[in-house]
């Protein structure tokens, strides 16, 4: 009755390696997993065994150590193989790093306009010198150039700095010269990215090589920057952005970045002001209060006069104002 209780108790105890098993080979990465921790499961098995075998006693307690035993070396066996994976990522983001350099670009690339990123560039740099420190930078394509920052932070009566360091119709892979004046000179307290609305046009994009390349934008700001980084979704209706958004949630886990869901945007009557209602309650230093609240509701049920003028043309029914619909 001892052994079978015995028993009993290892194969609870051992069932989360199966478990462990199924997961790390779904995972295919070894960054959750600890080889010195299994190597001391494994010993310990192993000096069970041999104590049954130095005593004599051949059981069930022994059977279930050695069943034991085989699934933990199957976990070190997936442990090397989930090594390798990450390996040939390490290679795959090393090579995209080189092409975020310049050293292969694609001919898309080399048509942006450089007059029109110079003349973005001179401009920043020229409104960098009266900057303060530790504010709020957007930096995005086409979605976060038509914002009308200043009557925004104006009518929302916003008194934290907010600077938007977008660049029209650029894409992921261009904006690395960029950075520099955009970003790292303003030594920004928190920073919200937006990028996609042109990589999202091709419509051979490349889902996983558009995330690697993002991901090593957020290395380099996140090596650059004390800043807490926001990932603002691509706000577009392309069948593609779905797919994009939901590896853009995940990559935010994956980075400690934060994660804004601004598709609803779309579905607004007033695009621009429901987008920056979205990132103005991350904006604050501090949490948003009832009063706010009142306010981002005021605000949004505004009738068409008397909504804050975002320097464009009103619309006809049922357009948007901000976003083309791809």
Known sequence: MAELLESTMLICFGLSWPMNLAKNIKAKSAKTMSLQFILLIIAGYIAGIC?????????????VYLLNLIVVSANLVVYFINRHYDRQTQKTNTQLCKELSGNTETKVDKSFGSSQGEDEMEKYRELNSITEAGGVVLFGS???????????????RITEPIYNRSIKDIRLSQIESYLKVCLYELNPRKIFVNMGDMDILDENINIEEFIAKYEWLLYMIHTKTQAEIYIVSVISENPAAGKINEQLKKLSAQTGCKYIDAVSALESKRPTLRLFELL?????????????????????????????????QSPEPDMDMAYAKH
Do not use: C, W
């Open 51 to 63: 104590a049954k075998f130095y005593n004599h006693k051949f059981n069930y307690v022994l059977v």
């Open 142 to 156: 086409n979605t976060f150039a038509s914002l009308p920052i200043g009557e925004l932070t104006q009518a929302f």
């Open 280 to 312: 103005k309650v991350h904006m604050r230093n501090h949490p948003i209060n009832f009063a706010d609240a009142m306010e981002v509701g005021t605000l949004s049920n505004r009738k068409k006069a008397d909504v804050p003028n975002d320097r464009q």
